[in-house]
């Protein structure tokens, strides 16, 4: 029985000892059958069931003392074995020597006493025999079969020599006085009894057998379920530690010189990885890097629109083998709006067996103010070259400036005649609006300044034909006259570049963001998961979805509804934020359009969106864009996640996103939750009644010792009523089992209706209950108990249509403040069984100890005391 509870280890146990005595019992009696004497023989009735009790006894020791040996207790040999072969032959003789005194013959039995020693031998040996088959390391049928064979024999040896020792005198008589049975009868009635009792055994076993594989294969599930959890968390902690050290490693290899970066190319992963957190930059400046390693494609997001095509170029040509060497010349962001030129060189230093390139180490060194000299001086260069810039003076009167001169090209390069530039009545009339609110405040504070000599700005001016261009402005400021000489350069191309590139540097950011959320989302995931897997109750789940929830949705209020028993009927166990006071708190998951589609449903207004029959009740003003996302798992409801979005009007890019981390979530919470419910209702069918749906007697025994020692500390009172059915064979014999289970969950339904919520009710076994009333003195137990005793005796009872008779109950109550469970429960019991004598139907208080005394005698001297 390995794979039984210990309560069910203990019942079959007993129930082992009785089949087997029960069987020696019925060998011996039936042997008696082949012994013939001239005279007829009688049993005394009352000696030949009493000599059952040695076989049973000596049986059930055994039996106990096999369970240890097979359940990892001491093991069954040496003296061990020998005194269990002598317990099992001792109950044998004993059982044997016990059925030959029943025999009504007078003179009585001699025995030789060879002979009889001679049997007692016998049965140890084969006993021993059968014991010592039976403990072997490797079980087979064969073995099964020579342990039976050597019990079987140790009975019937033990038996047949014993006669032999049996000697009755010539002028032995009968007595036929007193309780008797006759031999032929006995025996039939022996054989018939154990072979019902042994199907019945066996039928029973096998029943208990595989309800109890069936909860350990359940129980199984759950743990292969938390491994595999941890398996991946250990692996995923494993693999994140070897690659930091592999970055170690790199870099301890390489030499850290002051402003050089050095890189890692893999050709095959297509990455290219730094050896430090952050980018030497000229000046001292470090930039630090959002990941050590980056995909090649991912890498050309941090370099200028304009370069990335020069600086890759160069590179595949390198790596295919098409030029010599590679160096790079190319702008990195920075910043926001900010770039500097860096140079990067490379060598490979890794190839395959046909000499294509594998790997590659590289240097990227800051060039920034070098390159910009460089550039000046070629800007400089081309205007000299090819003139694309246009020439321009102008006079400063009294916060005005006007055109005095512009260069002949402008007609082919802004479209203007230079007279229509020079007859304007300002020159701020041809710079756009926004640059003019912008510069115009600077632009005239360093005009008015005695020190600056130079002047250069970046604005939009009005073309001929309407559009916009980017221009930079260089001028010098001579005071003497009030004028400034200087040009305009069109930079509007690379202007439109750099607004690109800050388009695309928001969008890296914004995706650096979600990548950093999306790390930090599955930190918490994980530790929601983790913790959920240990909670115990619900209650205990839904404070760690709640706390788990705020650090996933800032903005976001919600809650969380489940389902109990797996139907479409959900309550809300958890809120966080602010939540509508008209919010129905149960509802169906058929109103809720997330759980009638299977997928998340996301409502923003009633101008674009439906909006679930369950949240129709908050009133409009009140209801605001929300996110429903049904669990379900294993087939079953589990329960639904909301989401309300508190402060703001989202996009619907952000519901999306939202939509997507609480879909995410809800998967964490399926699973966990679905879980809970499991093992919560194993513990349920563990810990009830399943006849009643009451507490079962492994709970009372728990919550007795619980309730006791609270007693003790807060000095209050706790009440016991032990209660019995009145008759109740009666409703069974008469009435049928049906109407007896009729009446058991009947007077059930009636303690869960008239007790509080924190008192225990408890099917004590058969048709006794049991009542624990915490913080109850007696005078208040006894009227919560009457209470109870008028509502069974009440009841209209009916059984397949048949009216059952009046139901009537029996109640001992007894009170402590500490102590003892076992002494509560005798003088409850005690209690009861004067309830009994007295005639039923009462209610009887337990008075300390006198009580006790009352009702050993009234055992001693009513035996019908103990019948129901």
Same mark, same amino acid.
């Given at each position: 029985?390995?794979?039984?509870?210990?309560?069910?280890?203990?019942?079959?146990?007993?129930?082992?000892?009785?089949?087997?005595?029960?069987?020696?019992?019925?060998?011996?009696?039936?042997?008696?059958?082949?012994?013939?004497?001239?005279?007829?023989?009688?049993?005394?009735?009352?000696?030949?069931?009493?000599?059952?009790?040695?076989?049973?006894?000596?049986?059930?020791?055994?039996?106990?003392?096999?369970?240890?040996?097979?359940?990892?207790?001491?093991?069954?040999?040496?003296?061990?074995?020998?005194?269990?072969?002598?317990?099992?032959?001792?109950?044998?003789?004993?059982?044997?020597?016990?059925?030959?005194?029943?025999?009504?013959?007078?003179?009585?039995?001699?025995?030789?006493?060879?002979?009889?020693?001679?049997?007692?031998?016998?049965?140890?040996?084969?006993?021993?025999?059968?014991?010592?088959?039976?403990?072997?390391?490797?079980?087979?049928?064969?073995?099964?079969?020579?342990?039976?064979?050597?019990?079987?024999?140790?009975?019937?040896?033990? !038996?047949? +020599?014993?006669?032999?020792?049996?000697?009755?005198?010539?002028?032995?008589?009968?007595?036929?006085?007193?309780?008797?049975?006759?031999?032929?009868?006995?025996?039939?009635?022996?054989?018939?009894?154990?072979?019902?009792?042994?199907?019945?055994?066996?039928?029973?076993?096998?029943?208990?057998?595989?309800? @109890?594989?069936?909860?350990?294969?359940?129980?199984?599930?759950?743990?292969?379920?938390?491994?595999?959890?941890?398996?991946?968390?250990?692996?995923?902690?494993?693999?994140?530690?070897?690659?930091?050290?592999?970055?170690?490693?790199?870099?301890?290899?390489?030499?850290?010189?002051?402003?050089?970066?050095?890189?890692?190319?893999?050709?095959?992963?297509?990455?290219?990885?730094?050896?430090?957190?952050?980018?030497?930059?000229?000046?001292?400046?470090?930039?630090?890097?959002?990941?050590?390693?980056?995909?090649?494609?991912?890498?050309?997001?941090?370099?200028?629109?304009?370069?990335?095509?020069?600086?890759?170029?160069?590179?595949?040509?390198?790596?295919?083998?098409?030029?010599?060497?590679?160096?790079?010349?190319?702008?990195?962001?920075?910043?926001?709006?900010?770039?500097?030129?860096?140079?990067?060189?490379?060598?490979?230093?890794?190839?395959?067996?046909?000499?294509?390139?594998?790997?590659?180490?590289?240097?990227?060194?800051?060039?920034?103010?070098?390159?910009?000299?460089?550039?000046?001086?070629?800007?400089?260069?081309?205007?000299?070259?090819?003139?694309?810039?246009?020439? +321009?003076?102008?006079?400063?009167?009294?916060?005005?400036?006007?055109?005095?001169?512009?260069?002949?090209?402008?007609?082919?390069?802004?479209?203007?005649?230079?007279?229509?530039?020079?007859?304007?009545?300002?020159?701020?009339?041809?710079?756009?609006?926004?640059?003019?609110?912008?510069?115009?405040?600077?632009?005239?504070?360093?005009?008015?300044?005695?020190?600056?000599?130079?002047?250069?700005?970046?604005?939009?001016?009005?073309? *001929?034909?309407?559009?916009?261009?980017?221009?930079?402005?260089?001028?010098?400021?001579?005071?003497?006259?009030?004028?400034?000489?200087?040009?305009?350069?069109?930079?509007?191309?690379?202007?439109?570049?750099?607004?690109?590139? *800050?388009?695309?540097?928001?969008?890296?950011?914004?995706?650096?963001?979600?990548?950093?959320?999306?790390?930090?989302?599955?930190?918490?995931?994980?530790?929601?998961?983790?913790?959920? !897997? @240990?909670?115990?109750?619900?209650?205990?789940?839904?404070?760690?979805?709640?706390?788990?929830?705020?650090?996933?949705?800032? &903005?976001?209020?919600?809650?969380? @509804?489940?389902?109990?028993?797996?139907?479409?009927?959900?309550?809300?166990?958890?809120?966080?934020?602010?939540?509508?006071?008209?919010?129905?708190?149960?509802?169906?998951?058929?109103?809720?359009?997330?759980?009638? %589609?299977?997928?998340?449903?996301?409502?923003?207004?009633?101008?674009?969106?439906?909006?679930?029959?369950?949240?129709?009740?908050?009133?409009?003003?009140?209801?605001?864009?929300?996110?429903?996302?049904?669990?379900?798992?294993?087939?079953?409801?589990?329960?639904?996640?909301?989401?309300?979005?508190e402060s703001y009007v989202p996009t619907e890019q952000q519901m999306t996103d939202v939509q997507s981390r609480a879909s995410r979530f809800a998967e964490t919470l399926k699973l966990a939750l679905s879980n809970l419910k499991l093992r919560t209702s194993l513990q349920d069918q563990?810990?009830?009644?399943?006849?009643? &749906?009451?507490?079962?007697?492994?709970?009372?025994?728990?919550?007795?010792?619980?309730?006791?020692?609270?007693?003790? %500390?807060?000095?209050?009172?706790?009440?016991?009523?032990?209660?019995?059915?009145?008759?109740?064979?009666?409703?069974?014999?008469?009435?049928? !089992?049906?109407?007896?289970?009729?009446?058991?969950?009947?007077?059930?339904?009636?303690?869960?209706?008239?007790?509080?919520?924190?008192?225990? @009710?408890?099917?004590?076994?058969?048709?006794?209950?049991?009542?624990?009333?915490?913080?109850?003195?007696?005078?208040?137990?006894?009227? %919560?108990?009457?209470?109870?005793?008028?509502?069974?005796?009440?009841?209209?009872?009916?059984?397949?249509?048949?009216?059952?008779?009046?139901?009537?109950?029996?109640?001992?109550? *007894?009170?402590?403040?500490?102590?003892?469970?076992?002494?509560?429960?005798?003088?409850?019991?005690?209690?009861?069984?004067?309830?009994?004598?007295?005639? %039923?139907?009462?209610?009887?208080?337990?008075?300390?100890?006198?009580?006790?005394?009352?009702?050993?005698? *009234?055992?001693?001297?009513?035996?019908?005391?103990?019948?129901?």
């Amino acid at each position: 029985m390995p794979d039984f509870s210990p309560v069910q280890r203990r019942r079959w146990r007993l129930v082992g000892g009785l089949v087997m005595g029960m069987g020696i019992w019925a060998m011996h009696f039936i042997g008696m059958l082949a012994f013939k004497l001239p005279i007829a023989i009688t049993y005394h009735l009352g000696v030949t069931v009493a000599s059952i009790v040695p076989a049973v006894v000596a049986s059930f020791f055994v039996l106990w003392m096999l369970e240890k040996h097979q359940t990892g207790g001491p093991p069954m040999k040496g003296m061990r074995l020998i005194v269990a072969g002598g317990i099992q032959a001792g109950g044998i003789g004993a059982m044997h020597f016990a059925g030959m005194a029943a025999m009504q013959v007078q003179p009585g039995i001699d025995y030789h006493l060879g002979a009889l020693v001679l049997s007692l031998l016998c049965a140890f040996a084969l006993s021993y025999s059968a014991l010592w088959v039976a403990t072997r390391p490797v079980r087979t049928s064969t073995q099964s079969t020579l342990a039976t064979l050597s019990l079987g024999s140790a009975i019937a040896g033990m !038996h047949y +020599v014993a006669m032999a020792a049996a000697h009755f005198a010539p002028n032995t008589i009968c007595i036929t006085g007193g309780a008797i049975i006759d031999t032929l009868l006995l025996a039939q009635a022996v054989a018939g009894g154990t072979l019902v009792l042994i199907m019945m055994a066996f039928v029973a076993f096998m029943f208990e057998h595989r309800l @109890a594989q069936q909860n350990l294969l359940r129980i199984g599930d759950l743990e292969q379920s938390n491994r595999e959890l941890e398996g991946r968390a250990r692996s995923l902690a494993d693999e994140m530690v070897a690659e930091q050290r592999r970055a170690e490693a790199r870099r301890d290899a390489m030499m850290e010189t002051a402003e050089v970066n050095f890189f890692e190319v893999d050709v095959r992963a297509n990455t290219i990885s730094f050896v430090d957190k952050f980018l030497y930059l000229g000046g001292g400046r470090r930039l630090p890097l959002t990941s050590q390693s980056f995909d090649r494609g991912a890498w050309k997001r941090h370099l200028h629109p304009a370069d990335v095509d020069d600086a890759q170029r160069g590179m595949d040509d390198y790596i295919a083998g098409m030029s010599s060497s590679y160096e790079a010349h190319y702008r990195i962001s920075v910043g926001p709006d900010e770039w500097r030129w860096v140079m990067a060189r490379a060598r490979v230093v890794e190839w395959t067996s046909n000499r294509r390139a594998v790997r590659l180490y590289g240097t990227l060194i800051d060039v920034h103010q070098n390159k910009l000299n460089q550039i000046a001086l070629d800007e400089e260069r081309q205007m000299l070259t090819t003139g694309p810039v246009v020439m +321009v003076r102008v006079r400063w009167v009294k916060g005005n400036s006007r055109f005095v001169y512009v260069s002949a090209n402008v007609i082919k390069l802004w479209g203007y005649d230079p007279d229509t530039l020079l007859n304007l009545q300002t020159s701020w009339s041809i710079v756009h609006p926004e640059d003019t609110e912008r510069i115009r405040a600077d632009f005239m504070k360093t005009m008015e300044s005695q020190s600056e000599t130079t002047l250069e700005v970046e604005v939009r001016l009005r073309m *001929a034909d309407g559009a916009y261009r980017w221009f930079r402005y260089n001028s010098m400021i001579d005071r003497q006259i009030g004028e400034r000489k200087g040009y305009f350069i069109d930079i509007d191309a690379r202007k439109q570049a750099e607004l690109e590139a *800050a388009t695309q540097r928001q969008r890296l950011q914004e995706t650096v963001l979600q990548l950093e959320a999306a790390q930090g989302e599955g930190g918490v995931l994980q530790d929601t998961g983790d913790m959920l !897997h @240990a909670t115990e109750d619900l209650a205990e789940a839904f404070n760690i979805i709640k706390l788990s929830a705020l650090r996933l949705f800032p &903005g976001w209020s919600g809650w969380i @509804a489940a389902s109990r028993d797996g139907g479409n009927e959900l309550t809300i166990g958890a809120e966080w934020g602010t939540i509508s006071t008209s919010l129905e708190k149960q509802f169906n998951g058929r109103d809720c359009w997330g759980m009638r %589609r299977g997928k998340p449903h996301a409502f923003f207004n009633y101008h674009s969106s439906v909006c679930c029959p369950h949240m129709q009740t908050i009133p409009v003003q009140e209801l605001r864009p929300y996110i429903c996302v049904p669990m379900a798992a294993h087939g079953e409801v589990v329960g639904a996640l909301h989401l309300f979005c508190e402060s703001y009007v989202p996009t619907e890019q952000q519901m999306t996103d939202v939509q997507s981390r609480a879909s995410r979530f809800a998967e964490t919470l399926k699973l966990a939750l679905s879980n809970l419910k499991l093992r919560t209702s194993l513990q349920d069918q563990a810990m009830s009644d399943g006849l009643t &749906g009451l507490y079962n007697r492994r709970y009372m025994d728990e919550a007795l010792v619980h309730e006791l020692q609270r007693a003790r %500390r807060d000095q209050r009172p706790v009440s016991l009523a032990m209660i019995d059915v009145d008759h109740f064979k009666r409703f069974n014999d008469q009435y049928g !089992h049906d109407a007896g289970d009729a009446v058991l969950r009947a007077i059930g339904a009636v303690l869960q209706e008239n007790i509080r919520g924190y008192d225990i @009710a408890c099917r004590y076994g058969g048709e006794e209950l049991a009542l624990i009333l915490p913080g109850c003195d007696v005078t208040d137990a006894e009227a %919560r108990v009457q209470q109870v005793r008028f509502a069974v005796e009440s009841m209209h009872l009916k059984n397949s249509g048949q009216d059952l008779p009046t139901v009537t109950i029996s109640v001992g109550v *007894a009170h402590a403040i500490g102590g003892s469970s076992a002494t509560l429960i005798r003088r409850a019991d005690e209690a009861l069984y004067e309830a009994k004598r007295q005639g %039923r139907n009462r209610v009887v208080v337990s008075q300390a100890s006198g009580l006790s005394a009352v009702s050993m005698e *009234a055992t001693a001297t009513d035996p019908d005391r103990l019948s129901k």
